[in-house]
Nanobody, 118 residues
């Protein structure tokens, strides 16, 4: 059984920073793409950023330069550094990964709440 566990969420003031982590565990042969999504109250879940095993990245345009995604393949972990946070960033942030066990499996974490106060 493969699972993703997010951590690092919490309450911060506007202008502050947070670093989210997501660690994959279980029977893993390799992980291709890992990514972060978020869902605010009353809104649809949206992609924040994604990263390949070779460190190619893709961001939602509005978040470029403010959020940075990275990964540590040895630890099967993906990170999201969030700077200059504003209340509009308040959401549950979910980790997603394309995992080979060696069979293909797309896995979601349970989410971590980020709340940005004004």
């Amino acid at each position: 059984q493969v699972q993703l566990v997010e951590s690092g969420g919490g309450l911060v003031q506007a202008g502050g920073s947070l670093r989210l982590s997501c660690a994959a565990s279980g029977s893993i042969f390799s992980i291709n793409v890992m990514g972060w999504y978020r869902q605010a109250p009353g809104k649809q879940r949206e992609l924040v950023a994604a990263i390949t095993r070779g460190d190619s990245t893709r961001y939602t345009d509005s978040l470029k330069g403010r959020f940075t995604i990275s990964r540590d393949n040895a630890k099967n972990t993906v990170y999201l550094q969030m700077n200059s946070l504003n209340p509009e960033d308040t959401a549950v942030y979910y980790c997603n990964a394309e995992i080979y066990t060696p069979t293909y499996l797309e896995v979601w974490g349970q989410g971590t709440l980020v709340t940005v106060s004004s």
